[in-house]
T-cell receptor, first 116, second 111 residues
Framework: EADIYQTPRYLVIGTGKKITLECSQT?????MYWYQQDPGMELHLIHY???????EKGDLSSESTVSRIRTEHFPLTLESARPSHTSQYLCASKPPGAISSYNEQFFGPGTRLTVL | GDSVTQMEGPVTLSEEAFLTINCTYT??????LFWYVQYPGEGLQLLLKATKADDKGSNKGFEATYRKETTSFHLEKGSVQVSDSAVYFC??????????FGSGTKLNVKP
């Protein structure tokens, strides 16, 4: 059973608001990821982290930012939300391993964001 | 670049029908191959995986075989149930920091 949590599960906000999507995992995983899942169901990697104080941008350009001050916590922030940010945001983590490509990612339940 | 091509959905089947969802990947390096499932209203869960050629991953009656010669990892199940209705994602993994998720295939199983 994966222990990775996301809050809130659903969020409806107005344009221009600053929001932070929370993601926490209690498994001690070093690598964490944020994906954006559009209505067509495709997942796009927007941020990832190798560990504390490490953050990288993913394949899909995003106006969001992330931070990794603690191993277990990987929040995503939008400084000024817009309707184009409406999507589902999925957080994931992966344990370390000698052959990293063998290990699966564990996903949180997702945050469904609607910006009006 | 690295990528994955997945069968488009939705796929609608009757209960107990045979299921195949096709997935092919680009042959760059030697990826590990994963299938994830997303049930309605939930996050993604690992369904099965295979890490080298000819390996067969299996779980909950689903199977997929790592076919290096055809760069494929097709998902199959002999007899689907209504509870299998979900979205299925094929995801090769080329290095530690990246999965490449397919576009997802929605499966609807009717009683």
């Amino acid at each position: 059973e994966a222990d990775i949590y996301q809050t809130p599960r659903y969020l409806v906000i107005g344009t221009g608001k600053k929001i932070t999507l929370e993601c926490s995992q209690t498994m001690g995983h070093d690598k964490m990821y944020w994906y954006q899942q559009d209505p067509g169901m495709e997942l796009h990697l927007i941020h990832y982290s190798y560990g504390v104080n490490s953050t990288e941008k993913g394949d899909l350009s995003s106006e969001s930012t992330v931070s990794r001050i603690r191993t277990e916590h990987f929040p995503l922030t939008l400084e000024s939300a817009r309707p184009s940010h409406t999507s589902q945001y999925l957080c994931a983590s992966k344990p370390p391993g000698a052959i990293s490509s063998y290990n699966e990612q564990f996903f949180g339940p997702g945050t469904r964001l609607t910006v009006l | 670049g690295d990528s994955v091509t997945q069968m488009e959905g939705p796929v609608t089947l009757s209960e107990e029908a045979f299921l195949t969802i096709n997935c092919t990947y680009t042959a760059t390096g030697y990826p590990s191959l994963f299938w994830y499932v997303q049930y309605p209203g939930e996050g993604l869960q690992l369904l099965l995986k295979a890490t080298k050629a000819d390996d067969k991953g299996s779980n909950k009656g689903f199977e997929a075989t790592y076919r290096k010669e055809t760069t494929s990892f097709h998902l199959e199940k002999g007899s689907v149930q209504v509870s299998d209705s979900a979205v299925y994602f094929c995801a090769p993994r080329y290095n530690f920091n990246k999965f490449y998720f397919g576009s997802g295939t929605k499966l609807n199983v009717k009683p």
